[in-house]
């Protein structure tokens, strides 16, 4: 995941892990993570057997529903 971008426009975090096939930093993981979760258990347990296509619908979903207060992302000790 080195060299990559975080999957929110204007955010310049160094990324952290998969969101679809591509990748989210730390604390928009984190929020990711808690926006399937408080869609329900049984899609937080259906999102670990879906085809790489699917989860990336799945977080397009997610991103559009970022407030603008999110984005940007400020980096921390700059």
């Known amino acids: 995941m080195s060299g990559q971008n975080c999957l929110i426009e204007g955010c310049q975090a160094r990324v952290y892990a998969p969101a679809g096939t ?19 258990p049984q899609m937080f347990r259906r999102y670990a057997g879906m085809a ?6 799945i977080a397009t979903e997610w991103r559009q529903t970022l407030g603008t207060k999110d984005l940007p992302h400020p980096i921390p000790g700059l």
């Open 52 to 57: 790489m296509e699917e989860r990336d619908q």
């Open 22 to 40: 591509q990748s989210v930093c730390k604390d928009h993981f984190l929020g990711f993570l808690t926006w399937r979760r408080r869609r329900g």
